[in-house]
């Protein structure tokens, strides 16, 4: 299998997406380390009333891990590959997930400008000159 070679990260996990849960089995250490990773955040009351985001979420397992430390949040998983989402989107989740097919400059814009909304602040370079 070749792989690409333009140097274009969603692209080559696009192109791995098919066998990454296969690899990533393979590997105790990266499904162990997710769930303690997930449960190193101490999350207050089981994630209640959280809203937490999950960039470069993949094929979601870290997401599972999320799931379990914090039953009580909402989960915005984010990636930049096509093909890792497809693959994600094949499974079950609850309806407190939700995926987003974007970059995280993609994200984080729509982060401010729901936060400059939600506090009266500007939502557009042109109101912060005005």
């Not at 997401?63 to 379990?68: F, G, I, P």
């Not at 982060?111 to 939502?123: D, E, M, S, V, Y």
Request: glycine share 10%; proline share 7%.
């Amino acid at each position: 299998m070749s792989l690409p070679r333009d140097h274009d990260p969603a692209r080559a996990f696009d192109h791995a997406s098919h066998t990454y849960d296969g690899l990533t089995a393979l590997n105790p250490g990266h499904r162990a380390g997710l769930p303690l990773s997930a449960r190193r955040l101490r999350l207050p009351d089981g994630g209640a009333g959280l809203h937490l985001p999950e960039l470069g979420c993949g094929t979601r397992a870290s997401t599972r891990a999320l799931l379990r430390a914090a039953p009580g949040a909402r989960i915005t998983a984010v990636d930049t590959s096509a093909g890792m989402l497809c693959r994600a989107l094949a499974k079950q989740w609850p309806a407190r997930v939700r995926i987003l097919h974007l970059t995280a400059e993609e994200l984080s814009k729509g982060i401010a400008r729901t936060f400059l909304a939600g506090n009266g602040g500007p939502t557009t370079t042109r109101e912060r000159t005005q």
